[in-house]
């Protein structure tokens, strides 16, 4: 029987920000059917979502490089 590699922190951690990146991409999608009054203009939900989603990804980069990165936005 193998032996099972054990999970490092560092791989832990980039899991907890791939569930947390696939929460607001589909909360942005989500949203973006819902029209909201900000201020004296009207604009879609959607977009409170999207900051969040690129510091996501700019977090994944700095931390786990442009390759790992580059991997999430194909989806």
Known sequence: MK??????VA????MLLG?????????????TSKIILFGHSV??????MVPIVFSL???VAELYGYRVAKEWQKY
């Open 3 to 8: 032996s099972v590699d054990k999970v490092t």
């Open 43 to 48: 604009t879609l939900a959607g977009v409170f």
């Open 11 to 14: 791989q832990l951690y980039l």
């Open 19 to 31: 569930m947390l990146y696939i929460t607001f991409m589909y909360s942005s999608a989500v949203l």
């Open 57 to 59: 990804s700019d977090i």
